[in-house]
C-alpha cells in the first residue's frame, strides 16, 4: 500500500523498470539481521556489500578506529553456516529491530513473503552502518554518525557507484537552524561524489517537548513546565539571537523562585526545594551565531520538584526577539512531562534541519490524513522543512528472526524516499540518463512530482512539506 500511494509500482514496470541495481543504499542504524531472507539472494548470498558494526571492537574499516567492519565474503560465510556457529564469525545483531525494518521498506526484496512485503529498491546492494554504543542513556555520539556518513559515500566512492543514505535518526539538541556542526558536516558530505542523504523529521509533533515565542521590551513571557511524579532529572535549552538580551527566573511548583538570573557567561547554581538547578550560557561559535541557554534540573534526593514550573523571560534590550525551547526527545523523560501550551511546529528533530538534506516526514498513507507525531516545520531560521512526506503509519517490514512487524513513525516514512532515490539514480546515473542526478538535484525532482493531498490547502506548508512522495511523477517526462 505505500509503495501504491507514494507512484512506485509505475516505475517497476513498462518504459522504466526501475529496482536499484547499481546503486548503494546506505543505512545508518540499529543495525540488521543480515540472515533476513529479504537481504539474500535467490542462492542465499547476501545483498549486503559491507557492514560495520560501531558496536563490536576488533577489526575497524581503513581510517577508522572503532568497531569491526564484516566484508560481503564474511557475510556470505556466516550464512553458509547453522546458528550459533554462524555468530561466531559474523557476531553482528540488530537487537532493536528498528534497522532491520527501514532496510526492509529501502530495499528489501520480499523473499520471505513472496515478494508481497518487498521494499522500494529491491535489487539494490546495501551498505550498512550499526551506530556506536551510546554514552550513558543518550544517543550515540554525534561523530559516530559523521564517521557513518563519512565511511558510506568512501565505499560508494571507492567502487563507483552512486548511494542513497537513510538515517532514521535524530534528537533535539541544538538550535533547529541547521547551524550545528553535525548539520554542518552533513551539508558538506552531501557534496561529494554522488550522493543523496535523507533523514527523518523525527516523531516530536505530538509530544509537548517545543514551545517558542516573540519577546517584546516591557512584557514578561511566562512559559510553564508540567513534571510528572517520578521524573529524576530533566533538561531544557533555550535558543535565542545572541543580541537579544533577557534575564530568566524560575519559580517551583510551591512558589518558590530564583531570578531574574542574569546573563553571565558559563555555569550558576542554585537550589528549590528538592531540585538543583543549574544553568549555562554558551557562547556563539564560528559555525552557529544562536545563543544556547542550557537549563537542567536535578534532585537533590531522588526526584526533582513534580507540579507546574515557570521559567519567566524577562526582556532587558530586544533586537529581534524570537525564542525557542526544547525538551530532550526520544523517550528520555516521563510522557507526563510537557509544555502545557506546546507548540507541534518547530518540531524537526536534528540532523533533519541539514539544508542538503532531503527531510522526511510522514503520513497516513491508508486514508491521506496526517501522521500526529510527525515532526514539522519550520525550521527556526524559516526555511522550508521538511522537504517532503512519505507513508509512515503501521507499515508492514522485516523483522529481526526472518518475518515481518508493523511499525510506525518518521523512520518508516523516511525509507520509502531513499528507496526511491536508488532508483532516480539507476535511471539518471546507472543508465546514463541523467548522470548528474543525485544531492539538491535529485531532492529537487521529488518535490516537483510531490501530490497535495487535500488536508492541506498551501504548499509548502509546515506538515507535509511540498506534498507527498509521487515517485512516477519525479521522473522528467
Same mark, same amino acid.
Given at each position: ?43 542465499? #548470498?547476501?545483498?549486503?556489500?559491507? *557492514? ?26 556466516? *550464512? ?19 534497522? #532491520?525494518? @527501514? ?31 551510546? @554514552? ?15 565511511? %558510506? ?5 571507492? @567502487? ?21 556542526? $553535525? ?48 521524573? =529524576? %532529572? ?76 515557570? &521559567?519567566?523571560? @524577562? ?37 533533519? #534541519? ?50 515481518? #512487524?508493523?511499525?510506525?513513525?518518521? %523512520?518508516?516514512?523516511?525509507? =520509502? ?24 538535484? $535529485?531532492?529537487?525532482? $521529488? &518535490? ?30
Amino acid at each position: 500500500q505505500g509503495r501504491t500511494v507514494s507512484c512506485i509500482n509505475p516505475v517497476q514496470s513498462g518504459v522504466y523498470n526501475l529496482f536499484g541495481e547499481g546503486v548503494y543504499v546506505g543505512i545508518i542504524d540499529s543495525g540488521i539481521d543480515y540472515s533476513h531472507p529479504d537481504f539474500r539472494n535467490e542462492d542465499g #548470498t547476501t545483498r549486503i556489500a559491507a *557492514l560495520w558494526d560501531q558496536t563490536i571492537a576488533g577489526n575497524p574499516p581503513q581510517g577508522y578506529d572503532i568497531g569491526t567492519l564484516y566484508t560481503r565474503e564474511q557475510i556470505n560465510e556466516a *550464512l553458509a553456516m547453522p546458528m550459533p556457529q554462524r555468530m561466531e564469525i559474523v557476531p553482528s545483531s540488530d537487537s532493536s529491530g528498528h534497522g #532491520t525494518h @527501514v532496510a526492509g521498506i529501502a530495499a528489501g526484496n520480499g523473499r520471505a513473503s513472496a515478494g508481497r512485503y518487498r521494499g522500494v529498491a529491491y535489487m539494490s546492494q546495501i551498505v550498512v552502518v550499526k551506530l556506536g554504543s551510546s @554514552v550513558g542513556d543518550s544517543f550515540p555520539r554525534t561523530t559516530q554518525l559523521m564517521e557513518a556518513i563519512d565511511f %558510506s559515500i568512501r565505499y560508494a566512492l571507492g @567502487v563507483g557507484k552512486p548511494i542513497a543514505i537513510n538515517i532514521s535518526f535524530g534528537n533535539n539538541y541544538g538550535s533547529h537552524t541547521g547551524d550545528s556542526l $553535525l548539520e554542518n558536516y552533513i551539508d558538506d558530505a552531501a557534496n561529494l561524489w554522488k550522493t543523496s542523504i535523507i533523514i527523518g523529521t523525527g516523531n516530536e509533533g505530538a509530544t509537548g517537548n517545543h514551545v517558542g515565542g516573540i519577546l517584546q521590551m516591557g512584557r514578561t513571557e511566562a512559559i510553564g513546565l508540567a513534571i510528572s511524579d517520578f521524573e =529524576f %532529572s530533566i533538561n531544557m535549552q533555550i535558543w535565542k539571537n545572541y543580541f537579544d538580551h533577557f534575564d530568566i527566573a524560575i519559580i517551583a511548583p510551591d512558589g518558590t523562585r530564583v531570578g531574574p538570573i542574569p546573563r553571565i557567561l558559563g555555569t550558576q547554581q542554585f537550589r528549590l526545594g528538592q531540585t538543583e538547578l543549574f544553568i549555562y550560557y554558551g557562547d556563539p561559535t564560528p559555525y552557529n551565531p544562536q545563543q544556547e541557554i542550557y537549563i537542567e534540573f536535578i534532585p537533590v534526593d531522588t526526584y526533582i520538584n513534580s507540579g507546574i514550573w515557570t &521559567i519567566e523571560l @524577562v526582556p532587558n534590550e530586544i533586537v529581534i526577539g524570537n525564542y525557542d525551547i526544547w525538551l530532550p526527545a526520544g523517550g528520555l523523560k516521563n510522557e507526563g512531562t510537557r509544555f502545557p501550551l506546546a507548540s507541534e511546529f518547530t518540531t524537526l528533530t536534528i540532523p533533519s #534541519t541539514a539544508e542538503r538534506a532531503i527531510s522526511v516526514g510522514a503520513y497516513d498513507g491508508r486514508n491521506d490524513s496526517y501522521a500526529p507525531f510527525s515532526g514539522r516545520g519550520f525550521t527556526r531560521d524559516n526555511r522550508f522543512k521538511p522537504d517532503i512526506v512519505a507513508p509512515g503509519v503501521n507499515i508492514m517490514s522485516c523483522s529481526p528472526g526472518g518475518g515481518y #512487524t508493523i511499525r510506525s513513525g518518521t %523512520s518508516m516514512a523516511t525509507p =520509502f524516499v531513499s528507496g526511491s532515490a536508488a532508483l532516480l539514480m539507476e535511471w539518471g546515473i546507472v543508465r546514463n540518463n541523467d548522470p548528474y542526478l543525485y544531492g539538491e538535484k $535529485l531532492k529537487v525532482y $521529488l &518535490i516537483d512530482g510531490a501530490r497535495p493531498l487535500r488536508i492541506e490547502n498551501v504548499y509548502p506548508n509546515p506538515t507535509l512539506g511540498f506534498g507527498a512522495l509521487c515517485l512516477r511523477d519525479s521522473l522528467p517526462q
